[in-house]
């Protein structure tokens, strides 16, 4: 029985490994998007720690996530400031999917856990944006070009809460229901591959 515990473990530590190597290289297939300061990319990088999340469970989602990062350290330009604002982002979003998964193991189930993520993912992304990653990006971009592109969109933005609130939250949670959307088409397919099955 303990041989098989850790085999079991090995298999999961090995495909935590594989998701994230897949999740980092997502990471450089990013985009702007319409609506959004050009400084803004749009990418799909968190879809590999969901699929690990409801397949193998939240810790191993939030593992993936954590060894994405640690890879994107080897390369970073924020001083790994970045990269600790997206684990904590990835986390809450696959962690709380793969919580409420591991309760509810129904299609509706991984919805409900996949959009409650993406709420939590997007109401942190205000918290980690506003005290760690724009004080940072000022050494770089003043505040008031920061401010500017986003004015430059609406100009209704007095200041950074009412950027993060009006571009940044929708933009992550978005961000999340597209991972989600992508996880729901080829979930069934992949599952059985991640699980050893």
Do not use: Q
């Not at 970045?82 to 684990?87: K, R």
């Amino acid at each position: 029985m303990k041989s098989n515990k850790s085999t079991l473990s090995a298999r999961t530590m090995a495909t935590v490994a594989m998701m994230a190597a897949v999740s980092y290289l997502l990471m450089y297939l990013s985009f702007s998007v319409p609506f959004m300061p050009p400084f803004i990319k749009l990418d799909v990088s968190e879809l590999p720690a969901l699929l690990t999340s409801f397949a193998l469970g939240p810790v191993a989602g939030v593992g993936t996530a954590l060894v994405k990062n640690l890879l994107h350290l080897l390369n970073t330009d924020t001083g790994g400031v970045g990269e600790l604002s997206n684990f904590l982002l990835s986390a809450a979003f696959v962690g709380t999917a793969g919580l409420w998964y591991r309760s509810h193991k129904t299609r509706k189930g991984a919805l409900t856990g996949a959009v409650l993520g993406a709420v939590a993912m997007a109401l942190i992304s205000v918290l980690t944006n506003y005290f760690i990653v724009y004080p940072v990006y000022t050494a770089f971009m003043p505040m008031e070009g920061i401010l500017a592109a986003y004015n430059a969109i609406l100009p209704v933005v007095d200041d950074l809460w009412d950027a993060l609130l009006i571009f940044n939250m929708p933009f992550t949670f978005f961000k999340g229901m597209l991972s989600t959307g992508i996880c729901f088409l080829i979930y069934k397919k992949v599952a059985p591959i991640l699980r050893g099955r």
